[in-house]
């Protein structure tokens, strides 16, 4: 009730302020006149009876102020006051409120775009019911290398735990060509088994999961699809029966669409049973990804304990046959971020950084206008501004230059988020999810605050501080500031250098890092190369017999020989992936050394040969053609490449790296050497090793090169686990070639969709990641390198004005102009000086942490440190040079006099 | 020279204004002239002070006020009390009486 009435009172004053004032000034004149009447009354005169009730009630003034001051409509009315008068200082000081304005919008625009990137990739819960519950779980081996799920391991950890409601294992995406729908399209495609979308929580918003019949082994073939292939592939039909999917050989009726922004694994537009063609049971093939929902009230711990159990419990019953002798449990979404973390983190930490040099830039000029300002405090408070007014009014004009610099800075924040997809890398998991949303606005606001309450804190102490007296004599002179307030402009300079060169020292870092990668050669010559991917017009299953290689061959032969005949084009090879781009995509595994011995003839014995170290070896599996090498240029260094001769019932030969040479024999010629490489593509036939070729770095350019078997694909043929390109070296572009090219594979193949491209562009991708956080980071260091010269710029030529009267002395008494230079430079250089010290020292301890994200630059490269060492400190000597130069041709006569 | 202090107790002048217009609504001086009046001069109330109490309990929804047009036509600012204004009056009297009292024990005692 009284709140209520003093809420409405209130707001009554301050809606008409007048009114309430002249209410007041009424009650106080009544009071006068019938104080009056009653000394009146008492028997003075009239004029002796005013002058004694004026004595009594004091000054009228006073008591009207008194009774006005009452209420907190009063503290909003002040509030108004101040805001007011805070406009009236900054737009009366447009130059200062401009760059104050703009290097705020600038720190908190850029940190506000950067956070929304951390807080939709790494804070942000996932998509699914209870997404804490959700498990990604791996098998592990004894160096602690975690590996995908074999499929027999799989349904004993299904079976046996008691932590886990629901385990379910998935492939990892196969990008195939899907027709059926409104055009074939090249999609991704996932097998997932039954209870897939139990464990995330998700149901088909149209249409129903997969049945139990079409999870049973061999089961019913079934097709769910993503919202956005049943948008564009599906016309968004309401009646899923008519649509049949034909991939990979096989046709799916759809059953199901999941719901918009269901996007696992990333970027699948359709999920199949993987029941539907169930392999070997072996335990050592490791081809599915393990991910499950933790029951109520367990612990990721507990459910990694139970899981560590079962596989030391496969370990002892299956011994050499296994390769886990543990089990890794992760929550799904540390599993999805990865190892962006590190990257993510680090900008933020860089924009966090541009941030405090933006406050610390702001800060000094708030200190150079205080002092400036001190003859106006020093009235105001000789008149009786209590300390506490005038705190609170400089409060309010950081608040009001903070909100103003925030507003914008949002504004810049959601433009900047607009533009990101142009240059996020591709491989940044979640970005799709990046907006402004309240998280990310509480955050701006958050930001806002802290800038403004540490700026108006630090405006009114330096303000309030310090002798009102002396100010006043002070301020008969133009007033430019005591030398305390000068030292503590030092001080913000030097934190503001240390700081910008934490972010150089990083960006240079991750610069030279960048550097070195792209110098790193791959092995091969990256000009002028035309790639073509696509997908075979026929079903490819892991193992192909012979009949299918042999329509296989014949169908790349006439696509090849018709490719090659496009003008322009000098070599063309095939190959079963796209060396560096593909990275970690490339099949690898272990391989045979028969030595004379007899192949097996089965895979039970193949383990069994592979169990002893010395009939094996490790390597990647490469199918690739004759024109393979001549296209890339890779070098011939011993022996033969693949010719006419090896047919596909000639015996099959093999070509290896150079370090596959070296590894594996070290001492002997490998050229001769009898393998077998079947477990990659389910063909026994033995490989005899025919010729050695330099290395390529396959698994990118920051690994180191690979020891790789390649096998001819008229021999081997492409199998599922390939995606086969084509290399074209060309002195045609690629905008000539594809139009020919793509009639070619409509011609022979209209289903199979054809992505063209080049390997620069190819490579442009896998370097993507990098070259997003370099230029970031390198943008963050740019702008903290422009405020700190400003900042530099800005003290010096403050001391500039501040000695203009000494300069003049020490001219008059014979300085000669190279000593005020001297002079002027060697302040800039103290606080430069001091500053880099300060900065060096803590990149030490800093830079560690980046250590991840370098490569061949160790974090405490003393080139990087030297360099930007100087750069900055050039920067700065630069930065006073200007105000140095103007005291140096200060005219003596008229310094002296200067006021 | 002495001077006798006319300062109104700490803390009574809201029981002082609330005891004086339980008998009739009145204008600020007529308040005041009310409240010396009947301490005899002992308690003399600072305008600045009284009119801001006015202010203060009619927020609290104790007082209510309206202008009325005086014989000289001029505006005066008329107070009464509530109903809640009356109840809180009750409670600093008993308050007042019982602390009073125990104040005069204390004194009586020591004498």
Not at chain 1, 164 to 192: N, Q
Not at chain 1, 397 to 408: D, M, P, T, V
Not at chain 1, 503 to 527: K, V
Request: with cysteine; aromatic share 8%.
């Amino acid at each position: 009730m009284s709140l209520w009435r003093q809420f409405t009172c209130g707001l009554r004053v301050l809606g008409n302020r007048k009114a309430a004032d002249r209410d007041t000034a009424d009650e106080v004149n009544h009071y006068l006149e019938e104080a009056t009447a009653a000394f009146v009354a008492r028997g003075l005169s009239p004029d002796e009876a005013r002058r004694a009730a004026r004595l009594e009630l004091g000054s009228t003034t006073a008591v009207r102020e008194q009774v006005r001051g009452y209420g907190w409509e009063n503290r909003i009315h002040i509030l108004f006051a101040d805001l007011r008068y805070a406009a009236r200082i900054l737009t009366g000081n447009p130059g200062f409120t401009a760059v104050s304005m703009l290097t705020l919008a600038l720190g908190i625009g850029a940190s506000t775009a950067i956070f929304s990137v951390v807080d939709a990739v790494l804070l942000r819960a996932l998509p699914y019911p209870n997404p804490q519950k959700i498990v990604r779980v791996w098998e592990q081996a004894p160096d602690g290398h975690r590996m995908n799920l074999a499929n027999a391991n799989f349904e004993d950890f299904r079976g046996q735990n008691n932590t886990i409601s629901h385990l379910a294992a998935y492939t990892g995406d196969l990008l195939t060509s899907v027709a059926g729908g409104s055009e074939p399209a090249r999609a991704r495609v996932a097998a997932v088994s039954s209870g897939f979308f139990q464990v995330l929580g998700i149901e088909p918003f149209r249409g129903r999961d997969f049945s139990a019949e079409e999870h049973r082994p061999h089961g019913a073939p079934a097709a769910i699809v993503s919202y956005s292939y049943w948008r564009d592939y599906l016309a968004g039909a309401t009646d899923l029966s008519q649509f049949h999917l034909r991939l990979m050989g096989g046709v799916y009726p759809v059953i199901g669409v999941m719901p918009a922004g269901f996007d696992f694994p990333a970027g699948v537009a359709v999920w199949i049973p993987s029941e539907l063609d169930p392999d070997l049971g072996t335990r050592t093939a490791h081809n599915w990804r393990g991910i499950g929902r933790v029951r109520d009230g367990i612990t990721v711990a507990q459910v990694r304990a139970n899981l560590s159990t079962i596989a030391r419990r496969i370990k002892d019953q299956y011994g050499k046959k296994v390769d886990l002798n543990d089990a890794a449990v992760v929550p799904l979404a540390d599993a999805i971020v990865g190892d962006v973390r590190t990257a993510l983190l680090t900008l933020f930490a860089a924009v966090g950084l541009l941030l405090l040099v933006a406050c610390a830039n702001v800060a000094g000029l708030l200190l150079a206008r205080t002092s400036a300002r001190r003859k106006e405090l020093a009235v105001r408070v000789a008149l009786g501004a209590g300390r506490f007014r005038l705190m609170q009014q400089f409060l309010t004009e950081s608040f009001a230059l903070s909100f103003a610099g925030g507003l914008l800075g949002i504004l810049l924040a959601v433009l900047a988020i607009r533009a990101l997809p142009a240059i996020l890398p591709a491989n940044l998991p979640r970005q799709q999810e990046i907006v402004i949303n309240t998280p990310v606005l509480l955050f701006a606001l958050g930001a806002i605050l802290a800038v403004a309450a540490s700026l108006g804190l630090f405006a009114a102490w330096r303000a309030v501080r310090g002798d009102v007296q002396e100010a006043l004599i002070a301020g008969s002179r133009t007033y430019t500031g005591g030398a305390a307030s000068h030292r503590f402009r030092g001080f913000l300079v030097t934190g503001e250098i240390a700081t910008t060169l934490l972010i150089l020292i990083g960006a240079g870092l991750l610069g030279r890092s960048f550097l070195r990668l792209i110098s790193t050669t791959p092995g091969f010559r990256q000009a002028n190369l035309v790639t073509i991917q696509f997908s075979l017009p026929t079903p490819l299953n892991f193992s192909q017999d012979e009949s299918a290689i042999a329509r296989q061959i014949q169908q790349l032969d006439e696509l090849a020989t018709r490719l090659r005949a496009i003008p322009g084009v000098q070599s063309l090879g095939l190959a079963g992936a796209m060396p560096v781009a593909a990275g970690d995509n490339l099949a690898d595994g272990g391989f045979l050394i028969l030595n004379g011995r007899k192949p097996p003839t089965n895979f039970e014995e193949w383990d069994r040969i592979a169990q002893n170290p010395s009939h094996a070896g490790y390597a990647l599996y490469a199918v690739a053609s004759e024109g393979y090498f001549r296209t890339l240029g890779i070098p011939l260094v011993r022996g033969r490449i693949f010719g006419g001769q090896d047919g596909l019932h000639a015996p099959h030969v093999a070509v290896i790296s150079q370090t596959l040479a070296r590894e594996r024999w070290p001492n002997q010629d490998p050229v001769g050497q009898v393998i077998d490489f079947g477990n990659m593509d389910g063909n026994l036939k033995p490989l005899t090793i025919v010729g050695i070729v330099g290395d390529v770095r396959a698994r990118g350019l920051d690994s180191p090169p690979s020891p790789i078997i390649y096998v001819d694909y008229r021999q081997r043929g492409m199998n599922l686990n390939a995606s086969p390109t084509v290399l074209i070296r060309s002195t045609a572009r690629l905008g000539e070639i594809a139009p020919v090219a793509r009639g070619i594979f409509h011609d022979l193949a209209p289903d199979v969709p054809v992505k063209f491209s080049t390997f620069a562009d190819e490579m442009g991708g896998w370097l993507a990641d990098r070259r997003f956080l370099l230029f970031l980071v390198g943008l963050f260091a740019a702008a903290a390198l422009a405020l700190a010269t400003v900042g530099i710029y800005g003290v010096v030529a403050f001391s500039v004005t501040r000695r203009t009267q000494e300069i003049g002395i020490r001219m008059a008494l014979g300085a000669q102009r190279s000593d005020v230079l001297r002079l002027i430079l060697g302040e800039g250089a103290r606080l430069a000086i001091l500053g880099v010290a300060i900065g060096i020292a803590a990149s030490f301890v800093i830079t560690r942490l980046l250590s991840s994200l370098l490569f061949g630059v160790s974090a405490t490269d003393p080139i990087t440190f030297a360099g930007v060492a100087l750069l900055l400190s050039l920067v700065a000597l630069v930065a006073s040079y200007i105000p140095a130069r103007h005291a140096m041709r200060l005219d003596p006569n008229h310094a002296l006099r200067y006021e | 020279m002495y001077e006798p202090n006319t300062d109104v107790i700490q803390g009574t002048l809201d029981m002082l204004i609330l005891k004086t217009l339980s008998l009739e609504p009145m204008h600020g001086f007529g308040i005041a002239r009310r409240i010396e009046q009947i301490s005899r001069g002992v308690f003399k109330v600072n305008p600045g002070s009284l009119l801001t109490a006015f202010q203060r309990l009619e927020r609290v929804g104790w007082l209510n006020s309206e202008w009325r047009q005086t014989d000289k036509s001029r505006r005066a600012k008329f107070y009464s009390l509530t109903r809640s204004g009356r109840k809180q009056l009750e409670i600093e009297t008993t308050n007042w009486n019982r602390r009073a009292s125990a104040i005069a024990r204390l004194l009586k005692a020591e004498g």
